[in-house]
């Protein structure tokens, strides 16, 4: 069983950047990508970013991708994701996720059914 805490969120400005944090815990005989998806009220969860286990594959939302960047340091069971430039519709309540990769760290996942942990998110307000 993996444990996931996303911290780093809040109110910023537009035009501020912000990084989110998660922390992972548990379910170290497995590795696993992680992901970055957010939710918006009255609309569905959507992918920002992933990453594999070894870090070498990364895929982003193409429409985030300009202004997004995910990192993880496995040492220290961590991922973060770098956003910048934020605008008042990226509002939501983001999401850390850890997908099982089967033994292929490779493998970053972009779906949410790719994803079997989640945390309880974290919520980031841009203001105009």
């Known amino acids: 069983q993996v444990q996931l805490v996303e911290s780093g969120g809040g109110l910023v400005q537009a035009g501020d950047s912000l990084s989110l944090s998660c922390a992972a815990s548990?379910?170290?005989?497995?590795?696993?990508?992680m992901g970055w998806f957010r939710q918006a009220p009255g609309k569905e969860r959507e992918f920002v970013a992933g990453?594999?286990?070894?870090?070498?594959?990364?895929k982003y939302s193409e429409s985030l991708k300009s202004r997004v960047t995910i990192s993880r340091d496995n040492a220290k069971n961590t991922v973060h994701l770098q956003m910048n430039s934020l605008k008042t519709e990226d509002t939501a309540v983001f999401y850390c996720g850890a997908a099982l990769d089967g033994g292929n760290v490779n493998a970053a996942f972009r779906h949410a059914y790719e994803y079997e942990y989640w945390g309880q998110g974290t919520q980031v307000t841009v203001s105009s």
């Open positions: 548990g379910g170290t005989s497995n590795t696993y990508g």
């Open positions: 990453i594999s286990w070894a870090g070498g594959d990364t």
